[in-house]
DNA sequence: GGAATAATTGTATACTTATAAAAATATTAT
DNA sequence: ATAATATTTTTATAAGTATACAATTATTCC
């Protein structure tokens, strides 16, 4: 079945990105997005996502994925690559956000890789402000994500795979 | 009422060391040692413990404690008004910009409200720069600014009508 | 291809958990 | 102590989840 795997990551990233409260909840969302399914379906998919529904701060319920491990293991049989830390540079992980991409490092790397970005990335980067372990990179309006993302999978010497859009 | 406090270190033990499935089979535990109580008490009392209840290797459930800090705190304050710190003394205001939220804070405390907002919003947010009385927090962009509001009334203990949209 | 086998899903339902409302128990203030 | 207030618990039930079994869909092996 080829839907499964879709389906699986899309509730991967449903639950990493929204507070989730129930199983017809996160139907609900599915369908909306084309995949039509069963509340009983979702309750095997979570279970073998291992995923858990934990009480919030606020009073509330929400689905939670476990702690990387199993949870790569799982990604991995489904054919997906895991993201994994860079020690050598101190990135650790790439995220868009509108013309903004913030970057993960290792605490302290923040500064030295901002400054190996601004060296190479004239053209299409406004400007970057590193924290200790994070890099804010403004991106020129006009450059797309896609160029944006090899230039820095060249850059930070990664696999494009590991960048998520 | 006296019973609580010991029904509740009970439960802890007895979460911690065996493997529990259902809340029906903890009540029974705990009557066998005195403790008769119904299985809606128990379901107040694992919300307030924040106990999960997670699918295992051998295809069952069992419910776990959480990581232990927060554990800790829920257990000393029993009863009493809930433990949170006070940020107000730092925290100046709050704007919104697209997916960007602007943090004001008294000088000097923007570093460490930015971990503590590090630490809170795992989930929603890609990352803090902090600079001396200044935090640049990027969100995720599928975070609305209601979610992300109630999120930082929460993180900040402030009123939700403090922040600016 | 088509039969045999395996994987996935839906249906229906049992099982489990959460919660409103009432009752019981404790606490506080007078 | 007693009324007033607050907390905790049970009862009853709603809400949510898991699973047996049947149906469907895919895969494998002639």
Redesign the pocket.
Known sequence: ????RK?IDLIIDLIRNQCI??????ADLLSQKGH????????????MLRTT?V?TDR???M?VLPESDSLKDKILSLGQAPPRANYQSGFLSLHFSGHLIVIKTRIGYAAGLAYDIDMRGKEEILGTIPGSDTILVVLREDVSRNKAAELFADILGIDISQISF
């Open positions: 079945m080829k839907n499964r389906r409260g129930s199983q017809e909840e996160l039509k399914v069963t509340q009983a379906t979702l309750s095997r998919d979570l279970k529904k009480p009073g509330t319920y689905y």
